[in-house]
């Protein structure tokens, strides 16, 4: 697909700016959805901490979670749109439902593969996420994935799994594992919904998420009572780490390819030991350093690379 077909007598845009004008707002585009990506990735690296410290059990933890991250981003919605609310909500009715249950799914299918399987496995088969978000959004949206970022995906991969090397012993079964790999798919369909529907603002899309895994939790949990100490906590699970989260990713997917998005969402399992580590003061150990400066590292030259190419961004074919 080429970018264009103008003659260089062609100076001007049909906007009435200028080729290199268009140019360079797309890159600036492109690194403000990388950099908006790559915000919500360190936000949600904050999770494990903060499961470890609240006491509930994990149905009731998603409940509130999601309660929560309702409130923050129906509040966004209220703020930036007023009058406007529900009409949001219409704009792109079966892209936010697709994308409300697939960030619906990628939660509930996190807290249901932990009972048959280890989190190791679970990152590592998280990390298949930007591989099938490049062919899916090479079959679907005719975006094509550079050498370099297949590279980088390969590289994170392989530092996810140098990471939790240790952990791998600890077992698992098919159903851990099928549950894992549809986590990554179902946050891979979010990112190509995201991203074929980058004219629309999908927070709405996000708030739907939010009542969908709410709902479901609310017909599994033991118990909606939360005692005073964890109120804070999930306070901040779902109105920061989740919410804010959301609100980030699926504003910054929009002007991202979808491969690139959910690479940069791997800085999570990156990050996470080293909250751990920062808050429980537990060594993550040799091979959590290693397979991280591998991951963090394959993630950042892909990006200073983009940086010093100055590649042009195409926009999908929807």
């Given amino acids: 697909m080429t970018s264009s077909h103008h003659s260089p007598s062609a100076a001007t845009h049909p906007s009435g700016s200028s080729p290199g004008a268009d140019h360079a707002a797309e890159r600036a585009q492109h690194l403000r959805g990388l950099l908006y990506c790559a915000l919500a990735a360190i936000i949600w690296s904050t999770g494990g901490a903060i499961v470890r410290t609240v006491q509930a059990d994990g149905w009731t933890t998603i409940f509130w979670r999601s309660v929560f991250a309702f409130l923050f981003l129906a509040g966004l919605l209220l ?4 009058g406007r609310f529900f009409k949001v909500f219409l704009e792109a009715p079966w892209a936010s439902i697709g994308m409300g249950l697939c960030f ?3 939660s509930t299918c996190f807290v249901i593969a932990l009972q048959y399987t280890t989190v190791a496995k679970l990152l590592f088969l998280q990390g298949l996420s930007p ?3 490049a062919i899916a959004s090479w079959i679907i949206l005719r975006e094509t994935v550079g050498l370099r970022t297949w590279v980088a995906m390969a590289a994170a991969l392989v530092g996810i799994g140098i990471m939790e090397i240790e952990a791998f012993s600890g077992g698992g079964n098919p159903i851990g594992d099928l549950l894992g790999i549809a986590i990554g798919a179902a946050f891979a369909g979010a990112t190509v919904i995201v991203r074929s529907n980058r004219k629309v603002r999908m927070t709405p899309a996000a708030c739907l998420a ?5 709902a479901i939790a609310f017909t599994q949990a033991p118990t909606l009572a939360i005692s ?4 804070p906590y999930l306070f901040f699970f779902g109105f920061g780490q989740l919410g804010l989260g959301m609100a980030l990713y699926t504003s910054g997917a929009r002007h991202v390819p979808a491969a690139e998005a959910a690479l940069a969402v791997l800085l999570e399992p990156a990050l996470g030991p080293i909250w751990v580590w920062l808050i429980y003061a537990e060594n993550p150990g040799i091979y959590a350093v290693v397979g991280g400066t591998i991951l963090i590292g394959s993630l950042i030259l892909h990006s200073l690379y983009d940086l010093h190419a100055g590649r042009r961004i195409v926009p999908p074919v929807v």
């Fill in 104 to 106: 619906c799914t990628a």
């Fill in 79 to 82: 703020i930036r749109e007023r």
């Fill in 210 to 214: 939010a009542l969908f895994a709410g």
């Fill in 131 to 133: 591989f099938i978000a």
């Fill in 228 to 231: 005073s100490h964890d109120l």
